[in-house]
């Protein structure tokens, strides 16, 4: 079993700055690609930030300039330093990661219950 646990979220006022963690535990062996995603009522889910195996990194373009995604493989974790929030950033945040449990098999997306994040005055 593969879990995922995110945390750091919040309500932080316009301009302001917040830090999610994901933490990936259970049986894994190898994790590759890292990616935040987050989605607000009545649309989809957008890609927000992800960083890959060997940090390489992308970003939504609304978000670039702002926010930082970084990882640390010993620990399986992942996070997004998130400054200059403004309103429109404001949404429940989604942790993912694409990992195995073995070496013979497959690679699997896995989902963190996501954080809200509240930007307002």
């Known amino acids: 079993q593969v879990q995922l646990v995110e945390s750091g979220g919040g309500l932080v006022q316009p301009g302001g700055s917040l830090r999610l963690s994901c933490a990936a535990s259970g049986n894994i062996l190898s994790i590759d690609v890292m990616t935040w995603y987050r989605q607000v009522p009545g649309k989809e889910r957008e890609l927000v930030a992800g960083?890959?195996?060997?940090?390489?990194?992308n970003y939504a373009d609304s978000v670039k300039g702002r926010f930082t995604i970084s990882r640390d493989n010993a620990k399986k974790m992942a996070y997004l330093q998130m400054n200059s929030l403004k309103a429109e950033d404001t949404a429940v945040y989604y942790c993912?990661?694409?990992?195995?449990?073995?070496?013979?098999?497959?690679?699997?997306?896995?989902w963190g219950q996501g954080t809200q994040v509240t930007v307002s005055s």
């Open positions: 993912s990661v694409r990992a195995r449990k073995y070496s013979w098999s497959s690679w699997t997306d896995y």
């Open positions: 960083i890959s195996s060997v940090g390489i990194t």
